[in-house]
């Protein structure tokens, strides 16, 4: 049997790569996978990219082959930020590090989960005026910002008010990591490099001089950084060290609020210009909560909503491309790869695949309804939010928690209307962002007059 080459999209006259690349990646794979299939190769200046959302080679580089694959030198010139957090190391770091982990963002902490997200949603909710005018994205970042220092350090104190505004100002400049194709390394005393290794060393001193606190106290309070000090490596039973643990505590506060805040947006977005959507979203909340604060108990009976979220995720996926280092010689079809090659993985393309699904254009959250599994394989690699394999997300059943959460508290409430939906276009950040941080209006629920 004839096995077609891998095809390879060159620099084009009118549309370089490199320039639609930097205008609109999202739109530019999907339009070349649509018209070239969804493995090619893209040439990229002297050099060719595979560029991967065939299900079956996803599944080879994330899962199967995973071995041969890793995140490499990608990051170096974040290191100062983010050390060696399980999002930016490989094995043998990697390896230790998340069977230690792992243990902490099982599903069963959902109700304790809950419970966290719904105090530090309430005073943003509860601030929310009728006919409020507000930019979606920053309002759900202050929100997720909120609910993932909660999760890590609970109770108030000097070091995690200090914390929340140092993560604030580090906030922007992280932002910009996905943007910029070429970033100058942090040593380079840049404005913006001083001001940003500045505030990485007041991370550093507040939370290492938290973490000692935390280790001498009897009684610490019940959060991640809590479980995290006390979480052992089941195989050789050892504790993460101060440093690891400092490592450990940025990631997850970067990891685990900007992709959520950049879903809800996208949700207000989604649900803007899917009315029926929202409406029997709402319904289903009144039902189901009659007026009640959401429990994980009652948050886990919300068909609707976690389909919704479900279909926003695949829609407008936050974490849309993920790249990986060759570590080890490897084929894909008839693409040959080298140590220290790069590949980049696009579940964006793969959710949007029209041979995958039926009608990918249309928003339609039943797709969802009789599966609420995020497990890949469930899947067969056309879906892949939260990535897959041994990197897959670690925080994906909180994150889900969250969204669903909140969501539910919002529509309790009322809605945020976006102003001009159809503007909103996947922008790429650290995470797949809505262009125009979507401009919105809080509309209360309408009073009932009985
Ligand atoms: C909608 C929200 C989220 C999305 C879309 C998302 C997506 C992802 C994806 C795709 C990966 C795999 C990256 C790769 O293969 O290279 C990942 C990894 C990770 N995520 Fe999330 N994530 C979300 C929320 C969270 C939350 C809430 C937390 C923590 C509380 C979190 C913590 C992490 C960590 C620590 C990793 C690294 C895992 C490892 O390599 O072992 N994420 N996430």
Redo the contacts with the bound molecule.
């Keep these: 049997m004839d096995v077609m080459a891998t095809p390879t999209v060159k620099e084009g006259l009118t549309l370089p790569n490199a320039r639609a690349m930097a205008s609109d990646a999202p739109g530019f794979l999907l339009e070349t996978a649509r018209r070239v299939g969804p493995f090619f190769r893209l040439g990229a200046g002297p050099l060719t990219l595979p560029v991967v959302a065939e299900p079956e080679l996803l599944q080879h580089v994330?899962q199967k082959n995973s071995k041969a694959y890793g995140?490499g030198a990608a990051y170096d010139i974040y290191r100062p930020l983010l050390g060696n957090?399980?999002?930016v190391?490989d094995p043998p770091v990697?390896l230790y590090r998340?069977r230690t982990m792992q243990p902490a963002?099982h599903r069963g902490k959902g109700p304790d989960w809950v419970v966290t997200i719904r105090d530090a949603t309430r005073p943003h909710l509860d601030a929310l005026a009728a006919g409020q005018a507000l930019e979606a994205r920053p309002f759900f970042m202050n929100v997720t910002r909120d609910i993932?220092m909660a999760?890590l350090f609970s109770s108030a104190s000097v070091e995690t008010a200090g914390l929340q505004e140092t993560f604030t100002s580090v906030d922007a400049f992280v932002g910009s990591f996905g943007m910029s194709p070429v970033r100058l390394p942090l040593w380079v005393p840049t404005p913006t490099n001083r001001r940003f290794m500045a505030a990485i060393r007041r991370i550093d001193e507040l939370l290492l001089g938290l973490i000692e606190r935390r280790r001498a106290d009897p009684s610490p309070p019940a959060d991640l950084l809590t479980t995290l000090i006390r979480a052992k490596d089941p195989e050789t039973g050892t504790s993460l060290t101060d440093v690891e643990l400092r490592d450990e505590v940025v990631?997850?506060f970067i990891?685990?609020?900007e992709?959520?805040a950049?879903?809800l947006a996208w949700c207000v977005v989604a649900l803007t210009r899917w009315p029926e959507a929202r409406a029997r979203a709402q319904a289903e909340v009144d039902n189901v909560l009659q007026g009640a604060e959401p429990t994980a108990e009652r948050v886990e009976r919300l068909d609707w909503l976690h389909a919704t979220v479900r279909e926003v995720?695949r829609y407008f996926?936050?974490?849309w491309l993920?790249a990986r280092e060759v570590f080890e010689a490897d084929t894909l079809r008839d693409v040959t790869l080298a140590p220290k090659d790069r590949v980049l993985l696009v579940?964006y393309v793969t959710h949007h695949r029209a041979d995958l699904w039926d009608e990918p254009e249309r928003f339609d959250p039943s797709r969802f309804l009789s599966e609420r599994s995020i497990d890949a394989a469930t899947w067969k690699y056309r879906y892949?939010?939260?990535?897959a394999?041994?990197?897959?997300?670690?925080?994906?059943h909180?994150?889900v928690l969250?969204?669903v959460t909140v969501l539910a508290m919002l529509f309790q409430k009322g809605h945020l209307e976006a102003k001009a939906p159809e503007a909103e276009r996947p922008t790429m950040g650290l995470?797949l962002m809505p262009s125009n941080g979507v401009p919105a209006t809080f509309v209360p629920r309408a009073v009932k007059s009985d």
């Design positions: 994330f995140r957090g399980l999002p190391s990697w998340r963002f993932i999760a990631n997850l990891a685990g609020h992709t959520t950049s879903l995720l996926p936050p974490a993920q579940p892949l939010p939260f990535g394999g041994p990197h897959v997300c670690i925080g994906n909180f994150a969250e969204a995470a």
